[in-house]
């Protein structure tokens, strides 16, 4: 493969990242449980009791949660279940987010928020950290979803500073997912692609093996974005080589992994293949109720629909995309189609169905997106830029002090060695 390299993330090129999780893959049968070796998780579970128990019984929810969301439910209720039984507290936590999880995986975004709130209330007091940062990027999601940026940014943003002050290296690698994915709905690439080879650090250092094919299509779709679609096609040769050595991804990444490979190759013209690829993510889509994923791929089903001058099925999926929308208040696609939608129908002279669409489009703007918002979300981006150059000054000064510390230790050798060379010299 060829070397690429992270445009604006101050890191190493995106193959030594692949080269470390390849070091992984090779000892996997070292690290059974980091890989979620089912049948290892499903053996050491029947001789297993007590809190040893519930944390298999989770190992085993994570292994199946991309896979099959009924496996992954039976053995989370299992977990909660014993949990209540021995009195963990902790193991009760934990399912209760994998339960909000699932909810927002099937785009159930009001559930799964209700869900955080009951946890929130529960972890009052409590030092379980790690389950604090699942919630909290998980809470900052919904939010990146809903269109609801400037909460989104804050609590990502403030999880970060937590983590920091923390040194906590599973929170940074939450908080990094957490902005990663909010950069990466406002269409900021390089900023997205920066916090996630950032959080890619953390996740192979802590071996979540769980998350690597996440942040793979990840790093494709925003190279594609910002190196081009060669670039992306070449880290998708990653991604495939590395289904030949771990567990298949499951729907949920799956269908993701079409969607943007679609995007790739419609941006290049290669539309049967674009085709292709978006039919397999939509049957996907459909066959496991993924309802945050449906409206985005009816837009790209639109976008290429246009691209092969089909307008009236263009239209069509312009609107399904909304009604798909509506089910989960993901307003931020509203928005977009309900625009397009307006200008389309203004092309074609009917003016009174581009009316309709820009009423709609303004009442969701008016709704969502104030001047206040907007100034907020400004005054945070200021406010971590600030911090980052800040960071970065006085990573310039030790640098600064330890090189001249070194001339200082140097000067103070030559002069030793001159002055023995004139002791001997008389």
Known sequence: MVSLYATNTGNDSLQSYFNRIDEIIKKKD??????????????????ATGKEKVDL???????????????????????????KNIGFKKGQLQAAYNTAYLMFVRGEFDEAFYEILEIEKDLKGMPFMEIKADITTLKSDIYTERGEYDKALELGLG???????????YMLMRAYAALSHYYLRIGNYPKARSYCLQGLDYIIKL??????????????????????????LEVYSFFFKLEEKMAPPGDYVQSITYMILSDIYMSIDKLDQAQDYLSKALILNYKNDFRFRIPRALIQQAELHLKQEDTLN??????????????INAFDVMKSSSAILSQMYRHSNQFSKSFEYQTLHSAIVDSLFTNEQDQKIKILEAKQSIKEMSQQKQILELKNKA??????????????????????LY
């Open 30 to 47: 070292q690290y059974p449980i980091a890989f979620l070796d089912t049948e290892f998780l499903m053996g050491a579970k029947e001789s």
């Open 207 to 232: 071996k979540k093996t769980e998350y690597f094919y996440h942040k793979i299509n990840e790093i494709a779709r925003m190279t594609a974005k910002i190196e081009g679609p060669e670039r992306a």
């Open 314 to 327: 263009a239209i069509l999926n312009y609107k399904k995309s909304i009604e798909a929308a509506e089910r």
């Open 403 to 424: 090189q001249q510390g070194r001339y200082n230790s140097i000067a103070t050798l030559v002069a030793c060695l001159f002055f023995l060379c004139c002791l001997m």
């Open 159 to 169: 999880l970060l500073q937590v983590a920091e002050n923390t040194a906590d290296d």
């Open 57 to 83: 019984l989770l190992q085993l929810y994570s292994a199946y949660v991309y896979i099959s969301r009924e496996e992954a439910f039976r053995y989370n209720e299992e977990a909660k279940q014993l949990s």
